[in-house]
């Protein structure tokens, strides 16, 4: 894996995007890609497309949407890959095995979502396709209602956590006003995400809408090569571990109050790096909600299970903290257009590590870590990058 390289990336700004389609938002992620990558669209050899889809727009083939949008595509092999919120990370992984193999010399990685397309109601219905429908698809709330019903349990078992939810929610809000790429480049500060009001009133269970990332467009794209190119514009990013972890997708089977999948990913990736988790500048993980986040911190080793509130109200996850968490605002701020997740995760983390993410530049950022989950932690994927 040491010789896979990230070597040039785009990304759209995240937000309700209404004036751009499918093709607009294709070219305005892969086309800087490609040209900060220091290469020519005759170069890319292998498209990976990351597109979630599930009836937020009529159009799916979507894989050979990109040489509609980029003729010069036209005869490039191009393949789709959907794994629900992790779908960005899948098509990574689908590209880093391409690169890998010697089949293709240079892949580019698209991750893409237009949701603002349907009602609200609508919305969340197609997102709880990612639940298991057999049990989950009557959940009040629809996916919020998935997470809900997590937290609750949390909260029964260890206590109020509103508090921690509230810190999480105002931490990554903080730091996505630093994001000129963020969907909500607001600061909302604590008292306005603890407390319930007109306008962050309780969507499901104990979790408020501050507690919930955003409905958001926007497309990313990543570059991945096995070798540098000269005449690159950045310097080139590597993996020292990837890691996919699948756990059960019916909640009934496992403890909700675990991430038991995620903690396996996050063990096997730092293990395969060989490094731990005190040797980490930063992480950008999955907070679709401020418990996922609260989750995550105990999946990572940050803290022992029922004890994750403490890495926030500690100050460890903040900007100038131990270990710093979505140094970008993560999902509650940056948003979070399903199949452009994940990718959007490995541009934030590669920008930290070449030192180009201007206001959100953190002081020391040589080694970081993405973790992207589809479902609640269904499928779990893990990168440890570095610069090289």
Not at 142 to 151: H, L, P, Q, R, T
Not at 276 to 282: A, R, V
Not at 291 to 298: D, F, Q, V
Not at 347 to 355: D, E, H, K, P, R
Request: glycine share 12%; aromatic share 6%.
């Amino acid at each position: 894996m040491n010789n896979a390289h990230i070597i040039g990336w785009g990304h759209t700004p995240f937000g309700k995007l209404d004036a751009l389609d499918m093709e607009q938002l294709i070219r305005d992620a892969a086309l800087p890609a490609v040209a900060s990558a220091g290469l020519e669209l005759s170069d890319i050899d292998g498209i990976f497309v990351g597109h979630f889809n599930g009836g937020f727009v009529q159009q799916d083939f979507s894989g050979s949407l990109v040489a509609v949008a980029i003729p010069e595509f036209r005869h490039v092999p191009a393949v789709r890959v959907e794994n629900a919120c992790a779908t960005g990370s899948a098509a990574i992984w689908a590209a880093l095995d391409a690169v890998g193999s010697g089949r293709v010399k240079h892949a580019l990685v698209v991750g893409m979502e237009k949701m603002n397309t349907l009602p609200s109601q609508q919305i969340g219905d197609t997102l709880l396709k990612c639940s298991y429908v057999k049990e989950e698809a009557d959940t009040p709330g629809g996916f919020a209602g998935v997470f809900g019903d997590i937290a609750g349990v949390y909260f029964e078992r260890f206590g109020d956590q509103s508090d921690a939810l509230a810190m999480i929610s105002a931490k990554n809000h903080e730091n996505g006003v630093r994001n000129p790429l963020a969907h909500m480049k607001r600061d909302l500060g604590f008292d306005f995400c603890r407390n319930v009001s007109e306008k962050n009133p309780f969507v499901a269970g104990p979790l408020k809408r501050s507690d919930c990332s955003l409905v958001s467009d926007g497309a990313a794209a990543l570059v991945i090569s096995r070798d540098p190119v000269r005449g690159a514009v950045f310097r080139p990013v590597r993996w020292r571990s990837r890691t996919q972890v699948n756990e059960y997708l019916p909640l009934s089977r496992r403890d909700p109050t675990k991430f038991e999948g995620a903690a396996l990913a996050w063990q096997k990736g730092l293990d395969a790096a060989g490094i731990t988790l005190s040797d980490l500048h930063f992480v950008e993980t999955h907070d679709c909600f401020t418990i996922a986040e609260l989750l995550e911190y105990e999946a990572m080793g940050l803290r022992g299970h029922g004890q994750g509130a403490r890495a926030i109200l500690d100050g460890d996850t903040r900007r100038d903290g131990k270990l710093p968490v979505n140094p970008s605002g993560g999902l509650k701020s940056r948003g979070h257009p399903i199949g452009a997740t994940g990718v959007s995760q490995h541009v934030m983390a590669a920008m930290q590590l070449t030192g180009t993410a201007g206001d959100m530049q953190l002081p020391r950022a040589g080694l970081g870590a993405v973790f992207n989950m589809g479902g609640a932690a269904v499928a779990n994927y893990l990168s440890v990058l570095e610069a090289a």
